[in-house]
């Protein structure tokens, strides 16, 4: 009784939800073939893999191709010139045949009931949902590996049907979502917001759904179902580049809303982003004068005007003195230390 029970809700579930899982590739040869077999692997199969092949120069290529005749589930590939990883992203939504798409970095994989228990969730819960995100390892499958572990903003949002405008609240607090491999959403939706910002080189997955939610309803589940791997190549490890995507996150999304976002933000999640554009032009600001001095210094008059409110000002006026003072103090004790 119990087997015949799960077929039917198979069964449903394949009427009800059909996903192109989606993989931006460049330079990821030594990482394709996990990745691909963790799609494989999946106890709810997708209906296609889109693979963008992001102007390899490795052997990324020939091994789609590969791939393409042992793999359980169809391959669709494109190659294209290198054009970044939002850019990938958004040919893969654009050749997908499937109104879901769920994206997998190529350098990560997901684990068994990644789609099962999404599909599962939303069919359950709220069929309206329009993105749904998880939990995810980091490095290795352990408890104390939890992405989430610590995080109250993200303990708020697990396993809820959230409004966009409240989930939004609880991102720009902190990016608990951290990355597009555990990202599932609607591909019209997606394609409604004009897909990812391909300027952006980092954080990317923050702007969407940023935006995203502004149109749909989203959810965040609290299991881990995917693997995220952190490696000498991740451009997540780069502090100065997070503090200034999310810095030019919110400054489009600001100043720009019309023809960036193609939606609106209501006027609490404005001033949600406004707070945190001075926040993360402070963050920003720190790193490049971790690197350099007086270029920190520099950036730091330069980005004045992007503060307006009294507390961004305060905060930014304090942490620029200590810079100063802290220049003037290692000048000082280099010159007396050459006397």
Known sequence: MRRRSLKWQSKVWSNSMEISAVIPCYNGEKFLEQAVASINNQTYLPKEIVIVNDGSTDGSESTIERLKATSRVKIKSVNQVNRGVSAARNVGIAHA???????????????PTMLESKVNYVCQQDTSVGVICCNYYVDRI??????????????????RVMTGSDFQALILKENFIGTATTMMFSRQLALQIGGFDSFMKHSEEFDFILRIACIAKVAVLSEPLALKFHHGENLSDDKELYFYSHYFSCKKNLMYEKEYTKVFFNEKIRRLMRRDLENFVIGYCNQVYEKNQIRGLLYYIRHFFDVRTIDGHKSYSFSFLKKILRTASFNFIKKKNVA
């Open 97 to 111: 045949s499937y109104d879901w798409v769920a994206f997998l970095d190529v350098d990560d994989i997901w684990l």
């Open 142 to 159: 352990d408890e104390s590996c939890k992405k989430h572990n610590g995080s109250e903003n993200a303990r708020k949002a697990h396993d």
